[in-house]
């Protein structure tokens, strides 16, 4: 396993974790910009310009561009979050220049507005499926509240009303300033042609220019408070509350990965043997989410609307609880080896390596070795995770329930 | 690369497969016992998956806290689920796990506890997954066409009825791990970094003295084409739609696959094309092909919007009907070059190649070789799909919706 870097002129970075014993070669383009680039009225337009770029280039109608995808064999697709949005193949090694071609082409899309219309309407169709399917927005919504006007707030999708307003002009704008060579990184994973990559990348981003994007890091102002969401058909209660936990780059976020494995793991954690394994609640975890200057911890409750408040009070005391009766170092090493065996497992896959390789770079701006990361929680205390846990209980917090119920059906 | 299975029919009945794959760390296996939703007494919905629930709440020594324990601690992925034949355990973990994570599922099927105590907490969870499942729309449309299509016992629902899983006592539970827990009919099967006669010593050592018996034969499946509607007060209108195909046994199964392939697999398949990137009517649609006894199904599902759905459903008809007019040969070649890509890939998942070669094994009493699917997959061609689909025709059709619009099935079809 071999870490190479490369950066062309034009500031393009490509980076590969070269494995010549690999069966296959993942890459694909990260870009550096997702829903926290946008502006409220406009929100949603990073994830439709990610549908876009599939509709077609100079070289290649939308048709070609899918045949393509298909001839290569490939298992494709995008995907865009709040810091990035990116585009990915996974192919065999002897396909990677036409793999290359193809997704450095679909960087520069044509924008077309007959495309446009009709893409408008399937991602409407995204956004009504989502409208049905739990928790009813309650994260989108959470992320909303917590982050008030921060930029971490503006929902990925955008709403049904953001989406029919947005024009092709404003896309073809956004797509110049954000698709630039020096937004954009280049990752490849497993048996990859380094060398032919950069040279391969050179020539066809050749008239690409640097736009000098910079995004504004701010950490949030928190205003505590809960929401209710009814959705009359629903049949269970959603309970979704965030906290501020680390940021990607924050060393204790390995801790506190820990710290939720421990207390709300969806199995063997201290809150699974009180709420899930006796069957008072469907789902009872901790969750955590990372971003570039502050990351989440938060709650997950799913069970019925009676069931919600004894259910939220037992939660909270088991958290409450830590304080008298502290994380031990059984339960410390039974979370490490779960998280540690996993990292092993997911590694055995470029097209996760992928991910992981690209994620750290584009957005921490480093590159790590499975055992490296291992390293990272083999570090881990128990201090460390009873710190973690002192710390996120001091923290203000916003609190969402989505279900059938008129009024929210926590009492306090 | 080349690939060798090995196989071994203990004399309790229990089949061992392995799969090497020498260059990974880890290692997984599926067990399948023969405890699925069809051989649950018809007042007792749901007793397959309460039963799976209590023979892991504790086994042999353990009680249900040191199982979770033991398989944490040993970093080891699991799951377990119901279908209509088999109750499925699946596992991956690092290769040194193995010995001790098989020694406790030895226990699991063989000695558990399945204590009085422990039945009230496993009817709970079942109950809370039931709920949960009701508010999955598309999950609730899909088991709505599999109950009508395939009708009793085979349209059960893997998470079986409030009144069944209320009704289940401790004796019920006891009656069904005695009935259906035995070697005779399970498969074990194992792929990963391991050595294959360390491997048949430690199964005939945790698993030899299993228990065999011989089980009753199952009813035949009726295949039944009716139409259901569900009505729901949903942003979308969830279709899903089913019409026969030749099962995963039979010879012309790659015929059947292949034209399903044209159909759904890929951004440049047909329903893609037509229903999503023409026409903008659906975020998803696929298709896809069930075996259940000697009956193959095509499974068709799409979700749309108000006043779009009966255009969704006549188009994705008329694609399917398109097959008549022939496969091109790009559309083949595309398709030959997804399944050479997912042969060479599934080499970097042991949990994958573990689950398919039991399922293989079920089917077929063997498992085929990568080569051997590859050789097959490449005599596919144009003539062989299209005569394929003018001796097969879509027939037998199921169509389920869910939402505001009840939509019928064309006479003409």
């Known amino acids: 396993m071999q870490f190479r870097s490369h950066t062309l002129d034009n500031g393009l970075e490509i980076i590969a974790e070269v494995n010549p014993n690999a069966f296959s070669l993942a890459t694909g383009y990260f870009v550096k910009t997702g829903a926290r680039d946008e502006i409220s009225p406009k929100a949603g337009v990073s994830h439709f310009l990610e549908h876009m770029v599939f509709k077609g280039t100079s070289r290649r109608s939308a048709e070609q561009v899918n045949r393509e995808l298909d001839e290569l064999g490939s298992q494709s697709n995008a995907y865009t979050s709040e810091e990035q949005t990116v585009y990915y193949m996974t192919v065999l090694p002897e396909n990677q220049s036409r793999t290359i071609d193809l997704l450095t082409d679909l960087m520069r899309p044509a924008l077309r507005v007959e495309d446009f219309e009709t893409e408008r309407k399937v991602i409407l169709e995204e956004i009504a499926m989502y409208d049905d399917q739990p928790p009813y927005g309650a994260i989108e919504r959470a992320m909303e509240e917590f982050f008030g006007g921060h930029p971490l707030g503006i929902r990925v999708l955008g709403t049904a009303k953001t989406v029919s307003q947005l024009d092709a002009e404003y896309m073809r704008q956004y797509h110049a300033e954000r698709y630039a060579p020096d937004n954009l990184c280049l990752v490849a994973a497993g048996a990859v042609d380094f060398d032919a990559l950069i040279k391969q990348a050179e020539q066809l981003t050749r008239s690409w220019t640097p736009a000098g994007h910079t995004r504004k890091l701010a950490m949030p102002t928190v205003n505590p408070h809960s929401i209710h969401i009814q959705h009359p058909p629903a049949v269970q209660q959603y309970l979704v509350e965030i906290g501020l936990g680390p940021s990607r780059r924050d060393e204790k976020r390995f801790a506190s990965r820990v710290l939720t494995s421990v207390l709300g793991d969806d199995s063997g954690s201290r809150i699974f043997w009180e709420l899930v394994d006796n069957g008072l609640a469907d789902t009872a975890s901790l969750f955590t989410q990372e971003f570039q200057e502050c990351g989440l911890i938060g709650a997950f409750i799913v069970c019925t609307p009676e069931d919600l408040d004894e259910n939220w009070q037992r939660f909270q005391s088991i958290v409450d609880q830590c304080e008298r009766d502290p994380i031990t170092n059984k339960e410390l090493v039974q979370a490490k080896n779960k998280i540690c065996s996993g990292i092993v497992l997911g590694a055995e896959r470029p097209s996760n390596r992928l991910f992981t390789v690209g994620n750290a770079w584009t957005l921490r701006n480093t590159y790590e070795t499975v055992e490296e990361v291992l390293q990272n929680y083999s570090r881990v205390t128990v201090d460390d995770v009873n710190l973690a846990l002192q710390g996120w209980m001091k923290q203000p917090r916003v609190l969402v329930t989505a279900g059938p119920t008129e009024t929210c059906p926590l009492k306090s | ?413």
């Open chain 2, 1 to 413: 690369m080349e690939q060798t299975v090995y196989s071994e029919t203990f004399a309790n009945g229990l089949t061992l497969l392995f799969e090497p794959m020498p260059w990974l760390q880890s290692v997984a296996f599926t067990l399948l016992v023969r405890s699925g939703n069809c051989h649950e007494p018809e007042n007792r919905l749901g007793l397959a998956g309460v039963c799976l629930e209590m023979v892991q709440r504790g086994a042999g020594p353990r009680d249900s806290r040191e199982i979770v324990e033991a398989l944490d601690f040993l970093g080891v992925e699991r799951s377990s689920s119901i279908s209509t034949f088999h109750s499925i355990f699946s596992t991956a973990m690092i290769r040194t796990a193995l010995e001790e994570t098989l020694s406790i599922y030895a226990d699991i099927v063989q000695r558990p506890s399945l204590l009085d105590d422990d039945l009230d907490d496993a009817r709970q969870v079942a109950l809370q997954e039931l709920l949960a499942i009701k508010d999955d729309l598309a999950h609730r449309c899909l088991t709505e066409l599999k109950r009508i299509r395939f009708q009793q016992p085979y349209g059960r629902s893997a998470y079986g009825s409030e009144e069944g899983i209320e009704a289940i006592t401790i004796d019920d539970v006891q009656k069904q791990f005695e009935n259906r827990f035995h070697a005779s009919g399970s498969i074990l099967s194992v792929a990963g970094n391991y050595d294959w006669n360390d491997l048949r010593n430690l199964v005939q050592k945790l698993f030899g003295s299993w228990s065999s018996k011989s089980f009753e034969t199952e009813p035949d499946l009726k295949v039944s084409s009716t139409v259901g509607h569900i009505a729901e007060d949903s942003a979308q209108n969830y279709i899903a739609l089913a019409y026969d195909c030749v099962p995963y046994q039979h010879p012309d199964y790659y015929e059947s696959r292949g034209l399903i392939g044209v159909l759904s697999d890929g951004m440049s398949s047909r329903l893609f094309t037509e229903v999503r990137e023409k026409r903008g009517l659906v975020y998803g649609i696929s298709a896809s092909c069930q075996s259940l006894k000697d009956r193959g199904s095509v499974f068709c599902y799409a979700g749309t919007t108000n006043g779009r759905a009966e255009e969704t459903l006549q188009v994705t008809l008329e694609t399917i009907q398109s097959l008549g007019d022939g496969v091109t040969e790009d559309e083949l070649a595309r398709l030959k070059s997804r399944i050479k890509t997912s042969l060479v890939l599934e080499q970097e998942s042991c949990m994958s190649r573990s689950s398919q070669i039991a399922s293989d094994w079920y089917y077929l009493a063997r498992v085929p070789s990568r080569q051997e699917v590859a050789a097959r997959v490449e005599r596919l061609s144009c003539q062989s799909l299209l005569n394929h689909f003018n001796a097969n025709p879509p027939k037998n059709w199921t169509l389920v919706t869910l939402g505001h619009e009840k939509l019928e099935l064309p006479s003409a079809i």
